[in-house]
């Protein structure tokens, strides 16, 4: 029986969508008409008009599906109205889940983040962390509010997992595809200037691969109701500004931004943002972001799903090699050949 997915699309979606296809799969995909869709022209992907906020497009392209992937999400650094992020994120997760449940579908896995469980402090957090009503933006906010809708569901008798990718980074057809590409990208040609002062702050990064091949780990071994971390390597962006100088053979002088300052320009930038319609390069959120601390713990996900992630030194060679067009290395020793697993054609 097909498999129905949102998100398809996205940065992450369209990889899983493509291996799930390429592995000979039939995907049923929820897009918009202003989707992009390029690489997903093939037999096993059949194409469902529609959106999250419209539950009998869902439910047209969700007939007959036996398992879900519910990635779909708005994620952006910034709206000039909040709403979407609560229309999207919470509503539509709440109409995906509730469709689920009524079409009496297999298993569900839902995309979360890791920034739904919060800021780690001087901590290294786990699925178990009770976090703060606190939030430094509305795209952590509403991911959180959608955690709560579907363990609401779930005690409905909806059988689903939750997945909460950290930082993901690496080769996609998305290009550059996620804000931590962008910055490896900056790096590389000289153009990240200047970075805000974090100090021991963490941050926690994983490689594309690991995060699809996770997903399928979580369908195929992951326990009723459970929340799963996918994630990498803690470390500062000091360590991870200096993890690519080492790797990528490259000097760069940057200079520090104090938080304030980044909070400043982050105010005039989503005033000119809301006058010209467009997106503001670095919003308020990103200072609020950068002044804590995003460390993760993935043992859960290894001990109960066989997850393994590559390190950021094998991450970044092959994300290096994507970025400045040279041809992609053999998959590392550490790569995890997971169910149905075949290599993503780049091309």
């Not at 992009?36 to 539950?55: A, E, P, T, V």
């Not at 509503?91 to 890791?114: C, D, H, M, P, Q």
């Not at 760069?252 to 005033?271: A, N, Q």
């Not at 992630?309 to 290395?329: F, N, Y």
Request: with cysteine; net charge positive; charged share 25%.
């Amino acid at each position: 029986m097909p498999t129905f997915v949102t998100g398809g699309s996205g940065y992450i979606g369209k990889q899983i969508v493509r291996r799930l296809a390429n592995a000979g799969g039939r995907v049923h995909l929820l897009v918009r008409k202003t989707s992009g869709l390029k690489g997903l022209s093939h037999k096993n992907i059949h194409l469902f008009y529609g959106d999250l906020q419209d539950k009998n497009s869902i439910r047209e392209a969700m007939k007959e599906c036996q398992r879900v992937y519910h990635i779909g999400a708005l994620v952006a650094r910034w709206h000039p109205d909040s709403r979407q992020f609560d229309m999207t994120n919470v509503g539509g997760s709440r109409n995906v889940f509730e469709t689920a449940l009524e079409l009496g579908i297999e298993k569900l896995v839902y995309t979360s983040s890791v920034m739904a469980i919060g800021p780690s402090g001087q901590a290294t957090l786990d699925e178990t962390h009770q976090r703060s009503k606190s939030f430094t933006s509305d795209y952590e906010r509403t991911k959180y509010l959608a955690e709560l809708e579907f363990h609401e569901m779930v005690a409905r008798g909806l059988p689903g997992v939750i997945v909460s990718p950290s930082l993901v980074y690496g080769p996609s057809l998305n290009y550059p595809g996620s804000l931590t590409n962008r910055l490896i990208k900056q790096f590389i040609e000289g153009r990240l200037k200047a970075v805000p002062v974090t100090g021991a702050k963490k941050g926690n990064g994983v490689y594309i691969e690991d995060v699809v091949t996770g997903h399928f780990l979580a369908m195929d071994k992951g326990k009723v109701g459970e929340k799963y971390i996918l994630g990498g390597e803690n470390l500062t962006l000091d360590q991870f500004i200096a993890l690519m100088s080492v790797e990528f053979k490259l000097k760069r002088k940057i200079r520090k931004i104090p938080l304030s300052i980044l909070w400043g320009l982050g105010f005039i930038d989503e005033i000119k943002a809301r006058l010209e319609g467009t997106q503001p390069e670095y919003p308020r959120s990103f200072a609020k972001i950068y002044g804590h601390s995003w460390a993760y713990s993935s043992e859960k996900a290894k001990r109960e799903l066989g997850y393994q992630s590559r390190t950021l030194r094998e991450g970044l060679k092959i994300t290096h090699a994507w970025l400045t067009g040279q041809p992609l290395p053999p998959p590392p020793p550490s790569d995890l050949l997971g169910p149905q697993y075949i290599p993503i054609q780049l091309k």
